[in-house]
C-alpha cells in the first residue's frame, strides 16, 4: 500500500485519516505525520494507532503522497522548501489549502512534480459530501483515486471553478447546520419540546431531498403541492419573502467565494 505523509495534522487531516482509515483505504501502519505542534503528533498516532517508526525526514521520503493540511495563512513557502529537500521527486503532493492555485503549487513544488489540488468536506464520515479536486497532467489518478474516494465523493472540476466550489460546496454545510439550528428554534418558538421539533426537521430534510430525488420535479413544483391558496403555507412564505432569504443566502455564499479567492494571496 502507498505511504501518505500528511503535513500539518490539523482538524481537516484527521478527519481525512479518520475516513480513509475506516473505509480501509489506508492502513495505520502506513500513515505518517508532521506538525508544527509536536502534541498533534502524539495525539493522533495514539488515537489512530499509527504505528510507524520513521523519523519525519524518513517518512517524507518514503512518502508516495504527501498531503498538505496546513492553513492558507501558515508558512507554505517553508513547508514547501522543506518537502523539496526530502521528498522523492515522483512523490504526489496533495494540497487541501483554500485559495492555493495549481500556479503557486507548482512554483512551490516544482512544475515537473504531480500536484493535486483538492478541497475536501467535513463530511467525511458519512459518504455524502463532494470534494472538488482538480489533478495537473504529471498525476496519475487511477492508483490515487481510493484513497480520494474514501473520505468524500470526487468531482473533478476545472481549476477556474474550485473557489466557487470551495465557498459554495465545502462551506456550504454551514448552511444546512444553521437552517436545522434556526427551524427547530422555530419548532420551540411554536410549542414544540426540542426533541420533537428536532425530529421534526431532520425528517423534513432529508424526507425533502428523497421527495425531489423520486419525483423528480424542481422545488417549486413540490412547494406549489404544499401551499393552497390563501393557506398556512403560502403565509409563511409571504413572511419568509420580506426576510431577504434567498438573496442573503446567496449574498453569504459569493462572500464565501471571494474570500477563498482572497486567501490565495496570501
Ligand atoms: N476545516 C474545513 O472545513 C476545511 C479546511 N480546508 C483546508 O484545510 C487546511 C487545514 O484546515 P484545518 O484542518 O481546519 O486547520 P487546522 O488549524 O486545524 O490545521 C492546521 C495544522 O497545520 C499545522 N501547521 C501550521 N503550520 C505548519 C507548518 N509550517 N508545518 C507543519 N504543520 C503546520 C498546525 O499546527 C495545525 O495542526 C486549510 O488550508 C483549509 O483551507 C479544506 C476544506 C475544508
Ligand atoms: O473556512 C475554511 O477555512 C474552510 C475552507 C472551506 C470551508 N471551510
Known amino acids: 500500500m502507498s505511504q501518505i505523509h500528511f503535513v500539518g495534522a490539523g482538524q481537516m487531516a484527521e478527519a481525512i485519516i479518520r475516513a480513509a482509515l475506516s473505509r480501509k483505504a489506508v492502513s495505520a501502519r502506513d500513515i505518517t505525520l508532521a506538525d508544527i505542534d ?14 510507524s517508526t520513521h523519523s519525519e525526514i524518513d517518512a517524507l521520503a518514503a512518502a508516495d503522497y504527501i498531503v498538505i493540511g496546513v492553513r492558507p495563512q501558515d ?12 521528498a522523492s521527486p515522483q512523490a504526489t503532493i496533495i494540497s487541501i489549502i483554500a485559495g492555493v492555485t495549481l500556479e503557486r503549487l507548482a512554483t512551490l513544488f516544482g512544475a515537473t ?9 467535513t463530511l467525511t464520515d458519512t459518504g455524502y459530501g463532494y470534494s472538488g479536486v482538480v489533478f495537473n497532467q504529471q ?6 483515486m481510493p484513497f480520494l474516494e474514501s473520505f468524500g465523493k470526487v468531482m473533478l472540476l476545472e481549476e477556474r471553478l474550485i473557489d466557487a466550489f470551495t465557498g459554495f460546496a465545502v462551506a456550504g454545510i454551514n448552511y444546512v447546520y444553521y437552517f436545522i439550528e434556526s427551524l427547530a428554534d422555530a419548532g420551540v418558538l411554536s410549542g414544540l419540546s426540542r426533541p420533537q421539533a428536532t425530529k421534526v426537521v431532520w425528517e423534513n430534510l432529508v424526507g425533502g431531498v ?13 412547494m406549489d403541492i404544499n401551499n393552497s391558496p390563501a393557506g398556512v403555507g403560502i403565509n409563511g412564505l409571504y413572511e419568509l419573502n420580506n426576510s431577504d432569504f434567498a438573496a442573503g443566502l446567496q449574498r453569504s455564499v459569493m462572500t464565501a467565494v471571494r474570500r477563498t479567492t482572497e486567501l490565495s494571496g496570501h
Open 210 to 222: 428523497e421527495m425531489l430525488k423520486i419525483s423528480d420535479k424542481h422545488p417549486r413544483q413540490l
Open 75 to 86: 508558512d507554505i513557502d517553508g513547508v514547501a522548501r522543506h518537502i523539496g529537500q526530502y
Open 139 to 144: 498525476v496519475e489518478a487511477e492508483p490515487l
Open 113 to 121: 512534480r504531480p500536484i493535486v489540488r483538492m478541497i475536501p468536506n
Open 38 to 51: 509536536p502534541e498533534r503528533i502524539t495525539r493522533l498516532r495514539e488515537r489512530y494507532q499509527l504505528s
